[in-house]
């Protein structure tokens, strides 16, 4: 062989082999090792430990409530509660199964304290009502009892905030159409006024009737008493007598006792619920309470501190219903209907259909009336 061939011969093995060692030593040198994964598999361990889940609140199914009452159940004050209590009971807010109303009638002062630490004591109840003037026994008891939605209603009471509501029942846009009714009727320009006590709840309805009447009739004189009692039909008989010989032929009685205006044979008005049995010759209506509102409002405070953890947070200023929102409404003239004048009773109801309406805004006037 060509000595010079040989040469190129072994040069070209000898470059082959170095560059097929050079490949085998750029493999070996990074070798196809399982790569750590961006992502790691779900079975590694999280570096953040899993949040617990917090129970889900359970829907109330149940609603139970307990009350005392400021006289008896005869009482129209007391009766338009259970009425209106038994309508929302009836409707079931929130599909909740309402409970018959368990309630003490006419307790007051030391006792009426007792009765409901009684009533929260049992853990039964959720709500419990004080149908008057007891802020300063729910005032003792309230923190004692945080889980507990106390009420209470009217005048001589406070605001206490927290889980203690203070509701006002205020119909002086009924008392104003009644009042409209009584100024186009009088033949003396003399209304009566008879009432239980100087307050907000009766400044309220002799303020709207007088200004009921004057808007329709500006010579009306209103004469008012106060029988410093809130459920006496004796005396506020006594007080109409005395109206009625000073001229008076149209008396709202808001505190009863018609008698009077029967042996009078004028008309008289009655507050609260429809009394027109008590006198269906006398009473020509009534200004209907209802405090479906009131109630409604207070299971559904109590509904969103069960259901979403919302802490009670009651209003310091009174809460209360204006007659659109359903707190009350004139009752029918029944047999009396056909003695009233078309007119009359057209301008009564126009006059009805505006308050709703939101055209005729009636004032809720608390001052004391002077004549």
């Not at 009638?105 to 409901?116: H, N, Q, R, T, Y």
């Not at 802490?311 to 809460?319: D, F, G, L, S, T």
Request: hydrophobic content about 40%; glycine content about 6%; proline content about 7%.
């Amino acid at each position: 062989m060509d000595s010079k061939l040989f040469q190129r011969s072994f040069i070209m093995v000898i470059l082959c082999a170095m560059v097929l060692s050079a490949c085998g030593g750029a493999t070996s040198t990074n070798p196809p090792a399982a790569v750590e994964p961006t992502n790691p598999p779900v079975a590694v361990e999280p570096t953040t430990a899993p949040t617990e889940v917090a129970p889900a609140v359970e829907t109330p199914k149940e609603l139970n409530v307990a009350a005392i009452l400021s006289s008896t159940a005869d009482n129209p004050w007391d009766k338009s509660f259970l009425l209106s209590f038994e309508r929302v009971q009836e409707a079931a807010p929130h599909g909740l199964i309402i409970n018959d109303l368990d309630y003490s009638e006419g307790v007051w002062g030391d006792e009426a304290e007792v009765v409901l630490r009684e009533y929260a004591a049992t853990g039964k109840y959720d709500i419990i009502w004080a149908n008057s003037a007891y802020s300063d026994q729910v005032k003792n008891l309230k923190d004692e009892f945080p889980e507990i939605l106390w009420v209470v209603t009217g005048s001589g009471n406070e605001g206490m905030g927290g889980n203690a509501y203070f509701l006002f029942l205020h119909l002086h846009e009924v008392a104003y159409l009644m009042g409209r009714l009584a100024g186009a009727l009088t033949e003396t320009n003399v209304l009566g006024n008879v009432a239980g006590y100087p307050t907000d709840d009766t400044y309220d309805v002799i303020n709207g009737f007088i200004d009921g009447a004057k808007a329709v009739n500006p010579d009306i004189e209103a004469k008012v008493t106060f029988i410093e009692s809130w459920y006496d039909p004796a005396k506020a008989a006594d007080a109409a007598v005395a109206q009625i010989a000073a001229g008076a032929d149209q008396v709202y009685m808001n505190s009863y006792g018609f008698e009077p205006c029967v042996e009078a044979k004028i008309y008289c008005y009655a507050t609260y619920e429809d009394l027109n049995s008590l006198a269906p010759t006398a009473v020509l209506t009534s200004a209907i309470a209802y405090w479906d509102p009131h109630i409604n409002y207070a299971i559904d405070e109590w509904w969103k501190h069960k259901t979403e953890g919302t802490p009670y947070n009651a209003p310091i200023e009174p809460v209360w219903f204006n007659m659109a929102e359903g707190t009350g409404d004139i009752a029918p003239f029944h047999d009396l209907d056909s003695q009233v004048p078309q007119a009359v009773k057209d301008d009564v109801m126009q006059a009805r259909e505006d308050i709703l309406s939101g055209k005729l805004v009636v004032p809720l006037n608390l001052t004391p009336y002077a004549p």
